[in-house]
């Protein structure tokens, strides 16, 4: 055992780090910003016209944020008795790394739309994707909660 007892659930699995759940969150930021501006009835859309000012950007970041949503509640649901989750998210790794190219892709396409004219927002967020994409790539603890449990069938 690489790790201590409580970063186990009850299945065996390895619980995902808190750095890749908040990783997650920024690639489903769009998602977050949809369910306030839902959540905020009279000034919902002001909150996404203030975000999103091309309708067209933020159904695309729906789009790229659905891996990591679905990584999250799949992540959850792993047990010995569903072999076919557990292979879902062995494939986590590559599925957070291709969103997190894509979100970085749009986010490029963001800054050429400006004319390459700084915005902090832009470059806060591509540097924490940046960040997270190497994270994703370099931690071994990733790399574990993403291994199928040996209990659970290979």
């Known amino acids: 055992m690489l790790y201590s007892i409580e970063q186990y659930d009850k299945n065996g699995f390895l619980h995902a780090p808190k750095w890749l759940w908040l990783g997650w969150m920024l690639l ?5 910003v949809f369910v306030v501006a839902g959540a905020s009835r ?6 996404l ?14 789009a790229m944020g659905l ?3 679905v990584l999250m509640w799949l992540i959850s649901l792993r047990s010995p008795e569903r072999r ?3 292979k ?27 004319a390459g004219a700084f915005s902090w927002t832009n470059g806060v ?26 209990t659970s069938g290979k």
């Open 28 to 32: 489903a930021k769009a998602w977050v």
């Open 42 to 47: 009279d000034s919902g859309a002001t909150i």
């Open 49 to 62: 016209s203030y975000v999103y000012p091309d309708h067209d950007m933020l159904y695309l970041g729906l």
């Open 67 to 69: 891996p990591s949503i």
């Open 84 to 86: 076919w989750v557990a």
């Open 88 to 114: 879902i998210v062995s494939w986590g790794k590559p599925i957070t790394l291709m969103a997190t190219a894509s979100q970085l892709i749009q986010s490029g396409y963001h800054v050429y739309l400006q």
């Open 125 to 150: 967020i591509m540097l924490a994707l940046l960040w997270f994409a190497i994270y994703v790539c370099k931690s071994k603890t990733v790399r574990d909660c993403f291994k199928i449990n040996e």
